[in-house]
């Protein structure tokens, strides 16, 4: 009775034998990442902040440097400043100054980290093209930095700019925030967004091409996540679909082409720029969106990683290094189980589970962050103080792949022949042992 107790609880078992524990880590791990312009950072579980690309007063970092920052809990890349949200709710900031947007109360540039005035209790951050945005808990949003197209949102143009915080008029429960080139987003918490700024090719979203110095709502709704971009935009709906709007010159748009039918424009230039949020053809279960400086970039459900638009210096990572622009999204090849994008003018950041960084496009600056030419696939970024995964025996049976429609019916039957394998084992190895029980039991010779 014993060794059928035994087989009884084995073969019970059985099924948390192909339970393993997830794959080795990088360490630290890199848990956000931040491009824009040339400029790429990343931010480690550990609070430090890891900067290379341009990063300000003409320096070039070619690989991963550390910035004398700690306890950071959030990191955002402007055209050549960078902003950090520190553990306490503070804000801090570092690179070029020249309107304000380190938000220090100087117009001087700084290489280290500097805090920016006025700000506690601060949930989010964003930067753009010389402009800063700040999310307080209390919904309201805060801005400073170049006000030459009325970015900064309090209803008049500055072309000194402000270099402290003021706050973006007429504004309340917001929950998201975007800094565009020389326009902003901000969403509120049933999906509406709002924007205000710079609104040439229609950026802004509202159906025409007027700056606007105060928030007015823009054509999208029921909004799950928004990246402002450079002279377009990318919006994440609930339902998981991507919209897209602004400048189409480079099929940015994921419209099919640079015409847009609907509106009756028949070929390229400022006639193929759309003014109101229009689908993006072909993707659906996405998260989260990227917008480049003429391309696009949105991440799926399932980790894998879209791109569509200019290709100029291999910034979609389809392994093609210059040209074959792309009017439809296309899956990055040898890319998955990416958990976070973000886009610069010409080059790609992705975030994989394990916490590695990869990269892919112009490395005109260092902003790949290997000291290599610019590459048209993604590699791999590594931060000085990172650990690569320790090596691990292989497993009796490895933990089968969820099925796909593609290769579902594969990797079920692999599954189930590794299954029946690891239980027949157990079978015979429990049977030799109850033999033995029996053999050795008193009275038996």
């Known amino acids: 009775m014993r060794g059928l107790r035994l087989i009884t609880l084995i073969l019970a078992s059985a099924p948390l034998l192909i339970l393993l524990p997830p794959a080795a880590a990088w360490s630290p791990a890199a848990v956000s990442i931040a491009a824009s312009?040339?400029?790429?950072?990343?931010?480690?579980?550990?609070?430090?902040?890891?900067?290379?690309?341009?990063?300000?007063?003409g320096v070039d970092l070619l690989v991963p440097q550390k910035v004398d920052i700690a306890t950071v809990r959030q990191i955002a890349a402007g055209y050549g400043h960078v902003l950090a949200l520190k553990s306490d709710g503070t804000v801090w900031a570092w690179g070029d100054n020249k309107y304000g947007q380190l938000g220090d109360g100087s117009y001087n540039d700084s290489l280290a980290p500097v805090q920016v005035e006025g700000l506690r209790g601060i949930t989010a951050i964003s930067a753009g093209k010389d402009v800063s945005l700040a999310l307080k808990s209390d919904g309201t949003v805060?801005?400073?930095?170049?006000?030459?197209?009325?970015?900064?949102?309090?209803?008049?143009?500055?072309?000194?700019?402000?270099?402290?915080?003021?706050?973006v008029n007429s504004l309340s429960n917001i929950k998201s925030i975007s800094a565009g080139s020389s326009h902003c987003f901000a969403v509120q918490a049933d999906g509406t967004a709002w924007a205000w700024g710079d609104n040439r090719h229609g950026v802004l979203g509202d159906g025409t091409t007027e700056s606007r110095f105060t928030p007015v709502r823009?054509?999208?709704?029921?909004?799950?996540?928004?990246?402002?971009?450079?002279?377009?935009?990318?919006?994440?709906?609930?339902?998981?679909?991507?919209?897209?709007?602004?400048?189409?010159?480079?099929?940015?748009?994921?419209?099919?082409?640079?015409?847009?039918?609907?509106?009756?424009?028949?070929?390229?230039?400022?006639?193929?720029?759309?003014?109101?949020?229009?689908?993006?053809?072909?993707?659906?279960?996405?998260?989260?969106?990227?917008?480049?400086?003429?391309?696009?970039?949105?991440?799926?459900?399932?980790g894998t990683v879209w791109t569509w638009g200019s290709n100029t210096d291999g910034q979609l990572g389809t392994g093609i290094p210059g040209g074959a622009d792309m009017t439809s999204p296309v899956m990055v090849s040898g890319l998955d189980d990416v958990v976070a994008i973000d886009a610069g003018m010409y080059h790609t950041l992705a975030l994989k589970s394990d916490g590695s960084v990869w990269a892919w496009g112009s490395n005109a600056e260092g902003q790949i962050g290997n000291r290599s030419a610019s590459t048209a696939s993604?590699?791999?970024?590594?931060?000085?103080?990172?650990?690569?995964?320790?090596?691990?025996?292989?497993?009796?049976?490895?933990?089968?792949?969820?099925?796909?429609?593609?290769?579902?019916?594969?990797?079920?039957?692999?599954?189930?022949?590794?299954?029946?394998?690891?239980?027949?084992?157990?079978?015979?190895?429990?049977?030799?042992?109850?033999?033995?029980?029996?053999?050795?039991a008193p009275g038996k010779k």
């Open 37 to 57: 312009n040339t400029t790429s950072v990343a931010l480690l579980d550990d609070g430090s902040v890891w900067q290379w690309g341009y990063a300000g007063e």
């Open 378 to 440: 993604p590699v791999l970024v590594l931060m000085p103080s990172q650990i690569p995964p320790s090596p691990t025996p292989t497993p009796i049976i490895a933990a089968s792949p969820q099925p796909t429609a593609e290769n579902g019916p594969n990797y079920m039957l692999y599954g189930a022949i590794g299954l029946l394998a690891v239980i027949a084992v157990i079978v015979v190895a429990a049977c030799l042992m109850l033999l033995r029980t029996r053999r050795n």
């Open 142 to 167: 805060w801005a400073w930095g170049s006000n030459s197209y009325g970015q900064v949102g309090e209803g008049s143009i500055n072309y000194e700019g402000t270099n402290v915080p003021i706050p």
């Open 218 to 302: 823009s054509k999208i709704y029921n909004t799950k996540s928004l990246d402002a971009g450079d002279m377009h935009a990318l919006a994440v709906l609930e339902d998981g679909n991507v919209w897209a709007w602004g400048y189409n010159y480079y099929g940015q748009l994921g419209m099919g082409g640079t015409s847009l039918n609907d509106q009756g424009r028949v070929y390229a230039g400022t006639e193929s720029d759309s003014y109101n949020p229009d689908i993006v053809r072909g993707l659906s279960d996405m998260k989260s969106v990227a917008s480049g400086g003429s391309y696009s970039v949105a991440l799926a459900d399932n």
